[in-house]
């Protein structure tokens, strides 16, 4: 095998012809191995090898700076630069992050996980290499799905204005996570059908120079195409065409489903975990269908996600009109959704909650400053989410529970989660906002709202006295436990309470706590800093009532074991009763 004897990029720069093909068929081996055991991006990783392998051969990193948007093509970089142990040693897997990443190598300039931001974040190392009079190549990789985002189209508009050496590699593989949306794409292909000499060409018309690559899993071509730009003096970009999937035949057919896979069979294709059970997203995509038979102003919004609200490509078919993918622009997808609000439509925005930090503004000026009733779902905002740090989803109560004019809702159940979404996609008064729950599909036989537009009332679930214990969304399983066991160990039944709005107090409960309570116990699936519990914490400052925050410390977090972050973070139920102990 050639990988065990690469120990840098620049060993390959001796090998044959036949070597790099024989290497290139190394790595897509390998990569099928790991990801049909493991799970990761698969797809477009397949589609990469080539080129990668090229890039090295041509170029001289780290001198030479490679950024990669998103990180979904990287494990062939990986491979290259030293970490070929986490491909060849099963045991190793987990060694290597599915993200570029400083800490791990001198050959990545970023940890990378969210899109579209290589051309920006390449940009710097221009602007910062000539202000030092230094040397070197500056490439950023970038995908066509990623090209359509907001900050790549920034990246482009900027980079000739650098007028020095910078060199953008678009890979075009015709597809973003699912297919590609917007009249970019008509370009694309324009360019592809005309071998890059059509006369329309986005790049040059923002005063780019240009080189095409027909077949982008073609090493030769590569080569000759990465040496013809290396060491230019202007901005370029390289063009190449590639097959996402390349190599392996279901990845090929299926693109969407081999974006990102868990364990599947090799011979068969057929992913091995078992999802048998209900989830958020398919239901979600269910309740929506079901709706919008009886109601066709209703519309299903993704940023390049389809899958986050349960909607395959048939279930996008049925939708027809009624689902919009704006590609991978969460801006864009806030700013439509208040302006189709305001038209009098009823729209519903899915959103993983790590992808709801790109927003920020949008939510804020165009959504909650104008009062449109659109409707946000954010899933993932929860430690049982994903566990990445450009991935994590749990900081988003700080983020947005205080803009003003937004109704924030924490569901504590699958009840209560559908009652929520029906009300805000009917009511026409706030921007919405459904934090879904996140540790699965839990049904309850209590009573809930059909109707939320009286803000910020609690529901008390148990009275109790002395202790009461609010606890927030996918935590409220656990504020029943910590009841449970306070009552068993202390002999204290305490008041369990359903905040149900994250962004308000109710003031009136609070205030009748302080009767009969001395303790208020706050728990949320979320950073501490700033969130929910700080709230009441605030509220109670003037009094006695002693306030006991439970959530998440502000950190970033990277691939941890949620049990080990649990109890680092006292949220366990003998932690709390502990605590609860030592102060009665």
């Known amino acids: 095998m050639y990988l065990e004897n690469i120990k840098n990029p620049s060993d390959i720069k001796s090998f044959s012809n036949d070597q790099l093909k024989a290497l290139a068929d190394e790595m897509r081996g390998l990569l099928i191995k790991k990801v049909s055991t493991h799970g990761g991006h698969f797809g477009p990783n397949l589609g990469m090898v080539e080129t990668t392998i090229a890039l090295h051969y041509v170029f001289d990193s780290p001198k030479d700076k490679m950024v990669y948007d998103v990180s979904h093509q990287t494990y062939c970089h990986k491979m290259l630069t030293g970490r070929a142990y986490g491909f060849l040693d099963e045991n190793r897997y987990d060694d290597i992050t599915g993200y570029s990443s400083p800490d791990e190598s001198e050959h990545d300039f970023f940890t990378v996980g969210h899109t579209s931001t290589s051309i920006s974040l390449a940009s710097g190392l221009v602007k910062a ?61 324009l360019l592809r059908d005309t071998d890059g000499k059509a006369e329309c060409n986005l790049f040059k018309a923002v005063g780019l120079d240009y080189v095409f690559v027909k077949n982008g899993n073609d090493i030769n071509e590569l080569i000759k195409a990465f040496k013809l730009v290396k060491d230019s003096k202007k901005p370029v970009v390289v063009h190449i ?65 389809p899958a986050v609200m349960g909607f395959t490509l048939e279930k996008r078919k049925k939708a027809g009109k009624q689902f919009v993918d704006v590609g991978i622009a969460e801006e864009t997808a806030v700013a439509m959704a208040s302006g189709i609000a305001k038209g009098g439509a009823k729209p519903v925005f899915g959103v993983y909650s790590t992808f709801m930090q790109r927003t920020y503004d949008q939510i804020s000026q165009d959504l909650c400053v104008n009062k449109n009733p659109a409707t946000i779902v954010v899933f993932c905002a929860s430690v049982y989410g994903m566990s990445d740090v450009t991935h994590v989803g749990f900081y988003d109560i700080p983020m947005i529970s205080n803009i003003p004019g937004l109704v924030y809702l924490a569901p504590t159940s699958k009840e209560e989660y559908f009652a929520m979404l029906d009300w805000g996609m009917e009511q026409n008064k706030y ?50 436990q910590c009841a449970c066991e306070i009552e068993n160990k202390l002999g204290v039944k305490a008041t369990l309470i359903n905040p149900i709005y994250l962004t308000g107090l109710d003031c009136d409960l609070l205030n009748n706590l302080k009767e009969n309570h001395d303790i208020v116990i706050t728990l949320e699936d979320g950073v501490i800093d700033g969130g929910f519990g700080e709230k009441i914490a605030r509220y109670y400052g003037k009094d ?7 959530g998440l410390k502000k950190q970033f977090y990277d691939r941890y074991n949620i049990d080990d972050v649990l109890k680092e973070n006292h949220l366990t139920t003998e932690q709390i009763t502990n605590d609860i102990k030592n102060i009665l």
């Open 129 to 189: 290499r000539e202000l030092k009079k230094e040397s070197g190549n500056v490439i950023a990789i970038i995908g066509d799905g990623s090209l359509g985002g907001g900050e790549a189209l920034e990246g482009l508009n900027i980079a000739t204005e650098l007028d020095s050496n910078f060199i953008i590699v678009v890979n075009d593989n015709d597809m973003s996570i699912a297919e590609n949306h917007g009249g970019l794409y008509g370009n694309l292909k």
């Open 241 to 305: 065409c590639t097959q996402k999937g390349m190599g392996y035949k279901p990845a090929q057919d299926d693109r969407e489903t081999f974006h990102w896979t868990m364990p599947f069979d090799v011979e068969t294709g057929k992913v091995l975990v078992n999802f048998d059970g209900e989830n958020y997203e398919t239901l979600t995509s269910d309740f929506l269908l079901e709706k919008m038979k009886n109601d066709d102003k209703i519309v299903a919004i993704t940023a390049g996600t």
């Open 431 to 480: 921007p919405v906002a459904i934090r879904v729950p996140g540790n699965g599909v839990i049904s309850s036989d209590r009573p809930v709202k059909n109707d939320y537009s009286d803000i910020d009332k609690y529901q008390i679930v148990e009275k109790g006295s002395r202790i009461a214990i609010i606890a927030v969304g996918s935590f409220f399983e656990l504020g029943k």
């Open 544 to 550: 006695s009532v002693k306030v006991l925050n439970y």
